[in-house]
């Protein structure tokens, strides 16, 4: 099950910059500078959801490490953000 889930965030991060739930949440993954994300910044920042502990150490990482609550230690690695898209 971790790699079927982290090759549907890779794939729909990939191709259309968000997934099923945060596109119903008004979120995107962007890169630092706003741009569209590709299939290796996709796959760094989806990695730790290969194992429920990665993903809790991911999280707790990005929570300690970083003022913006939204961004997983991941996402430092990959330079992306979660960002809103509905205002």
Known sequence: MGILSVLYFVIAENAY???IGKQLLG?????????????????????SKIHGLLLLLDIIGGILTSTDLLQKYSDRIAQTKVVYTID
């Open 17 to 19: 910059g968000t997934t």
């Open 27 to 47: 979120l995107k993954v962007v890169t630092k500078t706003d741009k569209k994300i590709n299939l290796e910044k996709a796959f760094i920042r989806n990695i």
